[in-house]
């Protein structure tokens, strides 16, 4: 292939993005950090490092052929034709991106696999023995993300062939690890005196320091999924910014009319829901339906979690299930909705548009990522269970991860 | 060349699951001592 086939314009956007999401999983690590009771915040945001570390090695050995590479058969899984990178270099694959290095396509999707089971682990955040969060993460990279990334996103990836819309991870990403977080947190058990005794945050201020850094990462995570640096990447830009903006202004409304305060910490995770609710759609829909689509993650979203733990009893310690599971469901069922091609050629009509049936075609992606995930999550979990055990034992969850699993405290107060 | 290269670097990735698959369960005792210092329910 020639060499003025890549685009200089667009390999720097799409580098400076994967920097972008790069910088979203720490973010998640603080975000996560404040969240938790203090004697957990080390051990919560290791979690996050560890992953940023470990998934970055497993997907240039394996991870990123089995969901990229050519398919084996039926679109199920990538081959292991690109183990090591073999074969993924400098020049384009027409494929995936045309106009960038393959490897700059790699490292940007590399990013997405990173910070994805780095979301689950505030599902078990407070009582997974570290070894086991270990396991635990490496086998569901390979069993749970990678295949889903290939049913989407891989060439001749069923649901890609089956018309699925997912601009940049509503299914893959959200859906995925919040029908995880969801069988995760049941499986492992609630925290010793969940519903009993007081959990609040440590650390709002840490809360929101993450909040803005994944906000600001996140303009990576979905305009970089234009792949090109011109218009569709703009698209992305501006209706990630405007759904994460009317998620926050709504989810704190519904709040402070709930809980008769106007929160901080309402106003930071309703902008997370926002932006989870926007991916799939981000550069299919108009900034309008990007609007609505926020409004409609700010409240979905807020009783989401309410439903999940008050309702529902689990104890998905930092509403993972409803902030990624239910926001990221809306967002690919919304895509169905407000899709219109007059803003991506390569994209489908909605409902709105007169196209009920990409609706369904979201409906059934949806569907399939909640059970897959699902399913697989209980599988991995019940196995490392009867092999390493997944709990750390009742006298260090008391003391606190941070001692009992890394030996180290976050305050020397 | 490059498959070898491969290879080995499979093999360390592995070597280092492993490694911390095989790892002692509890961390250092010291820290405990400091934890011990402060009210851990807050």
């Known amino acids: ?413 | 060349m490059d498959a070898a290269l491969t290879l080995v670097s499979m093999i360390s990735f592995f070597v280092l699951v492993a490694t911390w698959i095989a790892a002692p369960l509890r961390a250092a005792e010291p820290s405990l001592a400091h934890e011990a210092a402060q009210p851990i329910a807050a």
Not at chain 1, 58 to 69: D, E, H, I, P
Not at chain 1, 244 to 253: K, Q, V, Y
Not at chain 1, 299 to 321: I, P, Q, S, T, Y
Request: with cysteine; hydrophobic share 55%.
């Open chain 1, 1 to 413: 292939m020639p060499e003025s086939v890549i685009s200089a314009g667009d390999t720097a956007w799409l580098l400076t993005s994967a920097a972008l999401v790069m910088l979203m999983t720490p973010a998640l690590g603080f975000f996560y950090g404040g969240l938790v009771r203090r004697k957990n915040v080390l051990s919560t945001i290791m979690h996050s490092w560890f992953i940023l570390a470990l998934i970055s090695v497993q997907f240039v050995l394996w991870g990123y052929s089995l969901a990229f590479s050519p398919d084996t058969g039926m679109g199920i899984i990538g081959g292991l034709s690109w183990v090591g990178l073999n074969g993924v270099g400098q020049e384009p694959n027409p494929d995936y991106a045309a106009t960038v290095p393959a490897l700059a396509y790699m490292i940007f999707q590399m990013m997405f696999a990173v910070i994805t089971p780095a979301l689950i682990t505030g599902s078990f955040a407070e009582r997974k023995r570290f070894k086991a969060f270990v396991l635990f993460t490496l086998l569901w990279a390979t069993f749970v993300y990678d295949p889903l990334a290939h049913w989407v996103w891989g060439t001749g990836g069923w649901l890609r062939t089956m018309g699925t819309l997912d601009f940049a991870g509503g299914t893959v990403v959200h859906i995925s690890s919040g029908a995880s977080a969801l069988v995760a947190a049941i499986v492992l058990g609630k925290r010793k005196g969940f519903g009993k005794d007081a959990m609040d945050p440590h650390d709002l201020t840490m809360v929101v320091l993450g909040a803005a850094l994944l906000w600001f990462g996140w303009f990576g995570f979905n305009a970089g999924s234009a792949l090109t640096s011109g218009g569709l990447a703009a698209q992305a830009f501006v209706n990630t910014n405007t759904a994460a903006a009317m998620a926050g202004l709504t989810w704190m409304t519904v709040s402070w009319a709930v809980h008769r305060r106007p929160s901080i910490l309402g106003a930071a995770a309703g902008a997370v829901a926002g932006l989870v609710a926007i991916t799939p759609a981000a550069g299919f829909v108009t900034v309008p339906a990007s609007i609505i689509i926020g409004l409609g993650a700010g409240v979905v979203c807020f009783f989401g979690v309410m439903f999940v733990k008050e309702k529902f009893g689990v104890d998905d310690a930092l509403d993972v299930v409803g902030v990624h599971g239910v926001g990221g469901t809306w967002g690919a069922l919304a895509t169905g909705i407000f899709a219109t091609v007059a803003v991506n050629s390569a994209g489908a009509d909605g409902l709105l548009y007169g196209n009920p049936q990409q609706l369904l075609t979201q409906a059934i992606a949806a569907g399939v990522s909640w059970i897959y995930a699902g399913v697989m999550t209980f599988i991995i979990m019940k196995a490392i269970d009867a092999v390493i055990g997944l709990r750390v034992p009742e006298d260090e969850e008391v003391l606190g991860l941070d001692s009992t699993q890394h030996g180290e405290i976050a305050y020397q107060l």
